[in-house]
C-alpha cells in the first residue's frame, strides 16, 4: 500500500508540473524578458513553486546526445540571471508565415500573367450553336 501511495504521488505531482508547462512556455515566447516574481504574478504562484517548475521544464525539454552534448528538443530556451528570466528563440527552423508569403507572392506573379494572357474567341459559325456536350460516333463529332 505504501509503494502505491508513493507512486501516486510521484505522478499527481508531474501531473501538476505537466499543468503549468504550457502556460510558462506560452509566457516565455511573448515576453522576451520578465522577471521571476512578474512571471509568478501573472501564474498565479510563489516564486519558489515557478522556480522548481522552471527547473523541471529544463529537465524535460534537455537531454544528452550520443556524443555527451547537451540538446534541446524545445523552441526556445531561457535562462534566469539573478531575479530575470530571459527568453530566446532556439531553432532558426524557416518558419510557417515565411512559406506562405512567399507562395502568396509566387501566386500573385502567376495571377498578374494569367491577367494579359488573351483568350480566342472559338470559331463558331454564323448561325452555329455552341456544344456543350459533343459526341463521337467514331468518325465525326456532334452535338
Known amino acids: 500500500q505504501d509503494v502505491y501511495r508513493l507512486q501516486l504521488k510521484l505522478f499527481l505531482d508531474e501531473v501538476k508540473q505537466q499543468l503549468f508547462l504550457g502556460d510558462i512556455r506560452s509566457f516565455l515566447k511573448v515576453f522576451s524578458v ?4 512578474r512571471l509568478a504574478q501573472h501564474m498565479r504562484l510563489d ?3 515557478l522556480r522548481a517548475i522552471l527547473l523541471a521544464y529544463t529537465r524535460k525539454t534537455h537531454a544528452v546526445d550520443n556524443y555527451g552534448k547537451i540538446t534541446s528538443s524545445a523552441d526556445f530556451d531561457f535562462y534566469i540571471d539573478e531575479e530575470t528570466i530571459h527568453a530566446t528563440e532556439s531553432k532558426s527552423s524557416k518558419h510557417h508565415h515565411d512559406y506562405f508569403l512567399t507562395h502568396i507572392s509566387k501566386l500573385e506573379e502567376v495571377m498578374g500573367e494569367l491577367s494579359e494572357v488573351q483568350l480566342a474567341e472559338p470559331a463558331i459559325s454564323p448561325g452555329e ?3 456543350m456536350f459533343p459526341s463521337y460516333d467514331g468518325a465525326h463529332w456532334h452535338c
Open 34 to 37: 520578465i522577471t521571476i516574481g
Open 47 to 49: 516564486e519558489n513553486a
Open 129 to 131: 450553336e455552341a456544344c
